[in-house]
DNA sequence: TGAAAGTCTACTTGTACTATAGACTTTCTT
DNA sequence: AAGAAAGTCTATAGTACAAGTAGACTTTCA
């Protein structure tokens, strides 16, 4: 049940990056900045972003004072979101997710015993995933930090 | 968030052991019994049903007649359990794993973001795996059949 | 005694994750 | 116009682990 590091990296940069700045403006930042802060290889760190930039949840700017910025509010970007474009479907098992379905040949889907709890699993992992925005991440940090 | 083929044959396996057989005594099953039944590869289940019972949750006897049953009741192994010997930890990422626990290097643990949502999931997963016997699944199945 | 079962260890193969490399494009500043 | 600062894109290397295979060994019973 491992997340990848695709995955920790992709959501950590998000997180950085749905974190307000001091002037309360949406923060702009550079690959090294990012990588720096997280320790996150830059290069690996590149193509992640590259990722979340085409399927539409980052902006970017290139050349000088360029970089990176969410594509749309914290509150809109859901965890599941970013998990899903970088890791994939969210299910456990193929034959109980509802992006990349795939039968896995027991006789009886309606009645596998194996499905019918994955498919509790991965109603827990989605809602929870789901639920949460980046918004709601930097708040509970931010609460934290009182 | 994959669930390996060893956790799923590990896990279709113990389910089979555990569905009651007609005569309602503990199900005696051969290594072939269950790798035809399931379509999981002989030589596979075999190693996957020595850890487990390597582990306690199987007995086993050798020679004529022989086979594998569950150590103890079905009421009291959870597919946590099962999981956890079959594929390790539940925990999305090391640094929020009760039993492989591993820092992630984040500055500050305690309020880093991503450790604040994933130990919501780690909770999630096992909340549901250690809550459900295999008593449980066979209990569910069976009223699925009515 | 031999067939039927599990035991154990090693090996192979494939594949996906992680990371690195490098050449390219865009943008700003001077 | 030039050059530095940034992102873009594709390919590829390395590694680890999952999945599966092989085979020799041990125990049990008829």
Redesign the pocket.
């Known amino acids: 049940m491992r997340l ?3 995955g920790e ?1 992709g959501l950590r940069a998000m997180i950085m990056l749905a974190t307000p700045s001091a002037d309360g403006r949406p923060s702009v930042l ?3 900045e990012i990588s720096q802060h997280e320790q996150i ?1 830059g ?2 760190l ?2 992640i ?2 990722s979340l ?2 399927a539409g949840l980052l902006h ?9 910025r969410l594509a749309k509010p914290p509150t809109e970007i859901s965890l599941g979101q970013i998990v899903r474009i970088l890791d ?1 479907p969210l299910a456990p098992v193929k034959c109980v997710s509802q992006m990349a379905y795939e039968p896995c040949g027991c006789p009886d889907e309606e009645t596998c015993g194996l499905r019918l709890v994955m498919g509790d699993v991965r109603n827990a992992i989605a809602n929870l995933l789901d639920g949460t925005s980046l918004a709601d991440v930097t708040q509970r940090v931010h609460s934290l930090h009182e």
């Open positions: 990848s590091k695709r990296y550079q690959i090294r290889p290069k690996f590149e193509q972003l590259l930039k085409n970017s700017k290139m050349g000088v004072g360029g970089g990176y994939g």
